[in-house]
């Protein structure tokens, strides 16, 4: 969708569309409430700035809407759709990368009570399994912090595939 198309959706369809960048309510609102954007530069500078001020609960909240690395994503919603394109790489993973991702995730969810977060999208199945793996090595705060930056990042990179500057 265009720029303008987005500075003038009602409020409710603009925070639905913001909830498949980042499921996270306060940060959706936020964004909403501070249209209309000049650029898209502008809307990803604003939406950035809020997401770095994300904490644990934000991050539970979000999760609750991602699948694991690895699960086929079933529905077409805008977010299935986004997980589908970002995921690609797991879906031809030979099946030992399939296995492992799938005890990666057991272990992950195990240790951190919670779905392993990555940025999927660019990254090869065997780098997602080596930053599973890696990642099982943090302590619980390095591990948030991390699982917020990728958060930012996904949300970030699905704003870019969805809003575009209006055509001159």
């Known amino acids: 969708m265009h720029l ?3 500075n003038a959706m009602d409020a409710d369809t603009a925070t639905s ?3 498949v960048w980042a499921a996270v309510p306060a940060w959706a609102s936020a964004i909403v409430a501070a249209r209309p954007y000049a650029s898209v530069d502008a809307l990803v500078a604003h939406a950035d700035g809020l997401a770095r001020q994300w904490d644990a ?3 539970d909240a979000a999760l609750a809407h991602h699948p694991r690395i690895g699960q ?10 986004h997980s589908r394109s970002e995921q690609s790489a797991m879906a031809v993973a030979s099946d030992g990368i399939a296995a492992d991702m799938a005890a ?28 599973a793996r890696r990642r099982l090595g943090n302590d619980d705060p390095a591990e948030s912090a991390e699982a917020l930056t990728q958060l930012r990042e996904i949300a970030l990179l699905r704003l870019r595939s969805t809003v575009t500057e209006d055509d001159r």
């Open 104 to 131: 990666a995730n057991a272990a992950y969810e195990e240790r951190f009570g919670r779905v392993f977060l990555i940025r999927a999208a660019g990254r090869s199945a065997e780098e997602m399994l080596a930053e």
């Open 4 to 6: 303008t198309e987005f």
């Open 72 to 81: 086929r994503v079933a529905g077409a919603s805008a977010e299935a759709t």
């Open 17 to 19: 569309t913001v909830a």
């Open 57 to 59: 609960a934000d991050l």
